[in-house]
Each structure stands twice: as structure tokens, then as C-alpha cells.
């Protein structure tokens, strides 16, 4: 029989993604009823963008946009526009 009680040595586990970053949830949620949809913020080269995320006749639909108010305004008639049912979602 075979144990390890008597190692010296230290067993780390490291899941693969520990080299890589953290997926990270939504930056914000505009809620119009109860339809949500998310917005992320994303930063490269120092610039910040902002992504809509949705989904739009079973496709799922991405928009970038710079401005923060721009991209609060698209969220909430997208939102408005799902909680219609105008939008099927799939």
C-alpha cells in the first residue's frame, strides 16, 4: 500500500484558467419590465468601449459603442422592445 502521509512535497491544484482572465459577469443591466439586457465594458489600448448584448430572431447580436449614454439609450429600447414582444428571442 502506498501513501503520501510521509511526502514532503505540497500538491497545488491549479485550474487551467488561472493563466488567463477571470471571465467577468455584465458591467450593467437596463431592465424594461422583466426583460435585462446586459452591457460589458471592455478596455483595450486604453480606450473603453462598452458591448450590447442581445438576441434578435435567434441570433445572438452584438453592438459597440463608446458612449456610456448612447449605449444606456440602445439598451433600454432593445429592453422596451423585447418586453413587447416585438423581438423574439430564441
Given at each position: 500500500?502506498?501513501?503520501?502521509?510521509?511526502?514532503?512535497?505540497?500538491?497545488?491544484?491549479?485550474?487551467?484558467?488561472?493563466?488567463?482572465?477571470?471571465?467577468?459577469?455584465?458591467?450593467?443591466?437596463?431592465?424594461?419590465?422583466?426583460?435585462?439586457?446586459?452591457?460589458?465594458?471592455?478596455?483595450?489600448?486604453?480606450r473603453v468601449r462598452y458591448t450590447l448584448?442581445?438576441?434578435?430572431?435567434?441570433?445572438?447580436?452584438?453592438?459597440?459603442?463608446?458612449?456610456?449614454?448612447?449605449?444606456?439609450?440602445?439598451?433600454?429600447?432593445?429592453?422596451?422592445?423585447?418586453?413587447?414582444g416585438m423581438v423574439r428571442t430564441g
Open positions: 500500500m502506498v501513501t503520501n502521509a510521509g511526502s514532503n512535497g505540497v500538491v497545488r491544484s491549479k485550474s487551467k484558467r488561472s493563466n488567463r482572465r477571470k471571465k467577468q459577469g455584465p458591467f450593467l443591466r437596463v431592465k424594461a419590465g422583466s426583460a435585462a439586457v446586459p452591457i460589458y465594458k471592455t478596455e483595450t489600448d486604453g448584448s442581445f438576441y434578435r430572431d435567434g441570433r445572438r447580436v452584438r453592438k459597440v459603442f463608446t458612449d456610456l449614454d448612447k449605449v444606456r439609450k440602445e439598451a433600454l429600447f432593445v429592453a422596451q422592445r423585447i418586453q413587447s
